[in-house]
């Protein structure tokens, strides 16, 4: 069965500080991966998705993340964070028609 | 081009009630799905349907049941609402089972 797993629950970081989040998956097929983020409030919005091709994948507002297929990971990262940030960021996988999500990463970005 | 419309936004339920949530998309997707988010938890999937006329379950569905009505709809149904099925609940939709999914304002339910 796929399954994703999140390293990390909660990070807190200053302004300017680079971000890596860490995201794991378990899945035999073709894999699809994502990156979503709730700002508090909102509904989850798409940040990037990996389908095939080249393993770094940019997405919006300077994320980006690096499919390591050998290490079944998916972490996101972004250089410099802003504290408009400030959010839930979940890792997701596809397979067998539906999309499995991980326990999310809870950010903190103090001025 | 309303995306993945929720109704309702908001429902107090008392233990033993039953209601229905709705949940609509207009992008002509294929696949549609209903997740619960609890605090620490993520989302974890209640149902799926890959494709009108079929449903599935997911990760947690004890206590749920699910109708496609047609392409457009996909609702949730809670015959007897326990207080464990307090949290915030999501319908979403993808072109197909395993890409990108959509999703909608959520329904924040509380029963007591």
């Known amino acids: 069965a796929q399954s994703v797993s999140q390293h990390n629950h909660h990070v807190i970081l200053s302004e300017a500080a680079s971000l890596e989040l860490g995201c794991n998956y378990s899945?035999?097929?073709?894999?699809?991966l994502f990156w979503y983020v709730q700002y508090p409030g909102q509904h989850l919005q798409l940040l990037l998705k990996?389908?095939?091709?080249?393993?770094l994948v940019k997405g919006i507002k300077g994320f980006e993340a690096e499919f390591i297929k050998s290490k079944f990971s998916f972490n996101l990262r972004k250089p410099s964070v802003q504290w408009s940030d400030t959010a839930e960021y979940f890792c997701?996988?596809?397979?067998?028609?539906?999309?499995?999500f991980g326990a999310g990463t809870r950010l903190a970005v103090h001025p | 081009n309303a995306g993945v419309t929720q109704t309702p936004k908001f429902q107090v339920l008392k233990t033993g009630q039953s209601m229905t949530l709705q949940c609509a998309q207009d992008?002509?997707?294929?696949?549609m799905y209903w997740y619960r988010q609890d605090p620490g938890m993520g989302l974890r999937l209640i149902y799926y349907?890959?494709?009108?006329?079929?449903?599935d379950k997911g990760e947690v569905p004890n206590g749920y049941n699910v109708s496609r009505l047609n392409k457009r709809e996909f609702s949730l149904r809670l015959e007897s609402a326990a207080p464990s099925q307090t949290s915030v609940y999501f319908c979403?939709?993808?072109?197909?089972?395993?890409?990108?999914?959509?999703f909608g304002q959520g329904t924040r339910l509380t029963v007591v």
């Open positions: 979403a939709s993808s072109e197909q089972g395993e890409t990108e999914a959509f």
């Open positions: 349907s890959a494709s009108e006329g079929t449903t």
């Open positions: 992008m002509n997707h294929n696949s």
């Open positions: 990996y389908f095939s091709g080249d393993p």
């Open positions: 899945y035999g097929g073709t894999v699809n």
């Open positions: 997701a996988t596809g397979g067998y028609n539906k999309l499995i």
